[in-house]
């Protein structure tokens, strides 16, 4: 029986988490959810009696420790110079499911209970932010990089993965196509 629990649930989990991801947390309803299960709306309080704010901490919480994960893994597996790991990662960030940190931080958390928004923004920057601020910093003491603000050039890494994926849906392309622009980019900036 737990085994039949566990794998209702974990349909929940993935369902509202694509939902959460692709509209944000006050565009989804429990009725959206449960519609795209096939269940009755009811039987949603059933795994998660704290309704759709447990919900949504749930996946968000999850989501944001699997890109922790594979960011930390990421870097670690590209080597030791900046390039190979900016690549790296943000290949990691548009082959796996999209994270739109602005929208969370912007509408989603304050959406939520303030206990529930202090934990999750700092999961946020502990799973997305810091690894890559960790990255950058390490760059620039190789004299690799010439950053003094590395919270914000980790920001716009992120915010250049998220412009990837808007790209890619406007021009029918593969985002992983246009990783190594949007590198050149970061990397070079817009002049001659």
């Known amino acids: 029986m737990a085994v039949v629990q566990s794998s209702a649930r974990e349909r929940v989990n993935a369902v509202a988490e694509r939902l959460f991801a692709e509209r944000g947390y006050k565009a989804v309803t429990l009725r959206d959810i449960a519609q795209e299960l096939g269940i009755r709306q009811a039987s949603l309080y059933y795994h998660f009696p704290g309704g759709k704010e447990e919900l949504y901490v749930t996946v968000t919480e999850r989501g944001l420790r699997a890109h922790a994960e594979g960011l930390t893994q990421a870097i670690r597996d590209a080597g030791p110079h900046l390039e190979a790991q900016l690549r790296a990662v943000l290949h990691w960030l548009v082959?796996?499911?999209?994270?739109?940190?602005?929208?969370?931080?912007?509408?989603?958390?304050?959406?939520?209970?303030?206990?529930?928004?202090?934990?999750?923004?700092?999961?946020?920057?502990?799973?997305?932010?810091?690894?890559?601020?960790?990255?950058?910093?390490?760059?620039?003491?190789?004299?690799?990089?010439?950053?003094?603000?590395e919270r914000l050039a980790a920001a716009l890494v992120l915010s250049t993965a998220e412009g990837v994926l808007a790209t890619a849906r406007l021009t029918n392309r593969d985002p992983s196509e246009l990783v190594d622009e949007a590198l050149t980019i970061l990397l070079n900036g817009l002049r001659r």
């Open 95 to 149: 082959t796996h499911p999209p994270v739109d940190l602005a929208r969370m931080l912007l509408a989603d958390f304050p959406a939520v209970s303030e206990e529930h928004a202090r934990r999750l923004t700092q999961l946020a920057v502990d799973s997305l932010v810091q690894p890559i601020e960790s990255m950058i910093a390490a760059a620039r003491e190789r004299s690799e990089a010439r950053v003094g603000n």
